[in-house]
């Protein structure tokens, strides 16, 4: 007999638990929290709420029981280890991250992955089910689990169930390539309230709505007739909401003397630079480490800066070490790193301090409170919090932030230094730039920054967030010059047409 678990009124789902297990020396686990920016964001806005939390817990096989996390209820769910291999490192981090992060190393393509996720994604839906209260507000996130929104309506139409983005949605040029693009709009759309990073990203999902599948949209909702047997039609919403950063709780800590005494140490042990440059990343090809290494390199050969006045400290999180292309970054940035310093440190004050590993938040707040100019090169990102938390840190008004323009924060940090990081002639300028700035413009760049996330900061994305979706469903829209039975005979052969050309897909998909 199993015996019914307890239930909430508010769920949260992603890919993973906001903890990971940790060996200690004595080969003790205890649970830490895990890196990364979707728990770095939630962890404040979950704090103090009576709530469960559906994830995986990181290691293949059984799930281990749930357990509390003061007043977070978390649910495991287990993954064997080809559900990692095809449903995590496969699926969603070798097919969906390329394509969403506009290809910039090819995506793979398999069948039985895309299998696999369907299967993991309908687990994730079974046990939502099980600890959602009726009617209870369920928020599902980010790319691993868009099948989980119309999987868990079929099972629990009483819910409310919100999805929101976390990286970019892509243009619906390169969408059009998966040949799953319609049940993954589709397992999306059972959700009632969209969220996205920026406006592009809600536009070009709107856009894929209407051009690959057919469906209407109006301003930012789209209303379609869901497949099966349900004949309603539904209209969902799809709006931007960047998320932020914890601005109160993350200033706080960085105003600490222990954080400002530790960030003196940690200047002082790097050879007490003039100026120290910072970078801070996932090891991951989209946040244009090797960009950022090649400006530095260069600057270095043309005399512009040298150690020991002018050094780099770059944190790279270990990341995704088993998709080849995540092995093969971390080899050439290493060796790269390996180039650099042996090119161009001094005795006792290396060029780059290259660090490989993850650390405590107090630790990474100082480094910020140390960091004279801080790096944010990505390629494409949906947000990229480590820029935000940048500028939380530095109560100060000191540092400068060199922004690219194709993260999601750009969009609010206008007054960062900007830069192309494609354009390396550009990033050696902008670095240039931001070293040879005057003070007062620094200060007043960073204090227009930090007003803006200040304002904006991570606990009012959430209430915008959980307020949409409990606005949410809406009523579908009957002010169309259209009557709604023409919308449906267009759909319907709009989407005759495309099924054929998904059905082609699927043939070759594999
Ligand atoms: C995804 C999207 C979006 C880094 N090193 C350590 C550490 N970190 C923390 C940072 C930051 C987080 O990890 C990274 O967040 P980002 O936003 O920069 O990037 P992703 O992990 O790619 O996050 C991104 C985000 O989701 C949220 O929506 O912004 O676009 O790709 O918080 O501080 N934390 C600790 N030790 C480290 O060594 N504790």
């Given at each position: 007999?199993?015996?019914?678990?307890?239930?909430f009124d508010?769920?949260v789902?992603?890919?993973g638990?906001?903890v990971?297990r940790?060996?200690?020396?004595s080969?003790e686990?205890?649970?830490e929290?895990?890196p990364?920016g979707?728990v770095?964001a939630?962890?404040s806005?979950?704090?103090?709420?009576?709530a469960?939390w559906?994830g995986?817990?990181?290691e293949?096989g059984?799930?281990?029981?749930?357990?509390?996390?003061?007043?977070?209820?978390?649910?495991?769910?287990?993954?064997t280890?080809?559900e990692?291999?095809?449903?995590?490192?496969?699926?969603?981090?070798?097919?969906?991250?390329?394509?969403?992060?506009?290809?910039?190393?090819?995506?793979?393509?398999h069948?039985n992955?895309w299998?696999?996720?369907?299967?993991?994604?309908h687990?994730?839906?079974?046990v939502?089910a099980?600890?959602?209260?009726?009617g209870?507000t369920?928020?599902?996130h980010d790319?691993?689990?868009?099948l989980?929104?119309a999987?868990?309506r079929?099972?629990r139409?009483?819910l409310?169930i919100g999805w929101f983005?976390?990286i970019?949605?892509?243009?619906?040029?390169?969408f059009a390539?998966?040949?799953w693009?319609r049940a993954?709009?589709?397992?999306?759309l059972?959700a009632?309230f969209l969220g996205?990073?920026?406006t592009?990203?809600?536009?070009n999902?709107?856009r894929?709505?209407?051009?690959?599948?057919?469906?209407?949209?109006?301003?930012?909702?789209v209303?379609?007739t869901?497949?099966g047997?349900?004949?309603?039609?539904?209209?969902v919403?799809?709006?931007?909401?960047?998320i932020?950063?914890?601005?109160?709780?993350l200033s706080a800590?960085?105003?600490?003397?222990?954080?400002?005494?530790?960030?003196?140490?940690?200047?002082?042990?790097?050879?007490?630079p003039?100026i120290?440059l910072?970078?801070?990343?996932?090891?991951?090809?989209?946040?244009?480490i090797r960009?950022?290494?090649?400006a530095?390199?260069?600057?270095?050969?043309?005399?512009?800066i040298?150690?020991?006045e002018?050094?780099?400290?770059?944190?790279?999180?270990?990341n995704?070490?088993?998709?080849d292309?995540?092995?093969?970054?971390?080899e050439e940035?290493e060796?790269?790193v390996?180039?650099?310093?042996?090119?161009?440190?001094v005795?006792?004050?290396?060029?780059i301090?290259?660090?490989h590993?993850?650390?405590?938040?107090?630790?990474?707040?100082?480094m910020?409170v140390a960091?004279?100019i801080?790096l944010v090169?990505?390629?494409?990102d949906g947000?990229?919090?480590?820029?935000?938390?940048?500028?939380t840190c530095?109560?100060d008004?000191?540092?400068?932030?060199?922004?690219s323009e194709?993260t999601?924060a750009?969009?609010e940090l206008?007054?960062?230094f900007?830069?192309n990081?494609?354009?390396?002639?550009g990033v050696?300028?902008?670095?240039?730039?931001?070293i040879?700035?005057p003070?007062d413009?620094?200060?007043?760049?960073?204090?227009?920054?930090?007003?803006?996330v200040?304002?904006?900061?991570v606990?009012r994305w959430?209430s915008?967030?959980?307020d949409?979706?409990a606005?949410a469903p809406?009523k579908p829209?009957r002010?169309?010059?259209v009557s709604?039975?023409?919308l449906r005979?267009?759909?319907r052969?709009n989407?005759?047409?495309l099924?054929?050309s998904?059905?082609?897909a699927?043939?070759i998909?594999?």
């Open positions: 007999m199993t015996v019914a678990g307890p239930t508010l769920v789902a992603a890919n638990l906001p990971e940790v060996l200690d020396a080969g686990g205890t649970w929290p895990s990364g979707l770095s939630m962890e806005v979950m704090e103090g709420r009576k469960a559906v995986w817990a990181g293949s059984r799930a281990p029981e749930p357990f509390h996390q003061g007043d977070l209820y978390l649910r495991p769910v287990g993954l280890s080809a990692i291999a095809e449903y995590y490192e496969g699926f969603s981090n070798d097919t969906l991250w390329p394509i969403y992060h506009d290809v910039i190393v090819p995506a793979s393509f069948r992955w299998n696999t996720y369907r299967t993991v994604n687990r994730f839906a079974q939502i099980e600890v959602a209260a009726p209870a369920v928020w599902v790319y691993q689990l868009q989980v929104p999987m868990l079929a099972i139409p009483d409310r983005n976390h970019p949605f892509p243009p619906v040029e390169l390539q998966l040949p693009r993954l709009v589709e397992g999306v059972g009632d996205f990073q920026r592009a990203d809600a536009a999902f709107l894929v709505c209407r051009r690959l599948l057919g469906m209407s949209t109006k301003g930012d909702t209303t379609f869901p497949p047997d349900d004949p309603a039609r539904r209209t919403r799809a709006s931007a909401l960047p932020s950063v914890d601005f109160q709780g800590l960085a105003a600490t003397p222990a954080v400002i005494a530790r960030a003196a140490e940690i200047r002082a042990s790097l050879g007490a003039e120290l910072l970078g801070v990343d996932r090891l991951d090809y989209t946040k244009g960009q950022r290494l090649k530095y390199e260069e600057l270095l050969r043309d005399k512009a040298a150690p020991p002018v050094t780099l400290m770059q944190v790279a999180l270990p995704r070490e088993r998709v292309a995540y092995r093969f970054l971390r940035v060796r790269t390996g180039r650099i310093n042996g090119e161009y440190s005795l006792g004050s290396p060029a301090h290259y660090l590993r993850s650390y405590p938040r107090e630790e990474m707040a100082a910020f960091a004279d801080m090169t990505p390629l494409r947000m990229n919090l480590v820029a935000k938390e940048y500028v530095r109560n008004l000191g540092g400068a932030l060199v922004l194709f999601g750009w969009h206008h007054q960062a900007i830069c990081p494609h354009d390396i002639e050696k300028l902008t670095i240039m730039r931001a040879n700035a003070e413009e620094r200060r007043r760049r960073m204090k227009a920054m930090r007003k803006r200040a304002d904006n900061d606990q959430s915008l967030y959980l949409s979706l606005s809406l829209h002010r169309s010059r709604d039975k023409e005979e267009a759909e052969a989407r005759a047409n099924r054929a998904d059905r082609a699927e043939r998909g594999g």
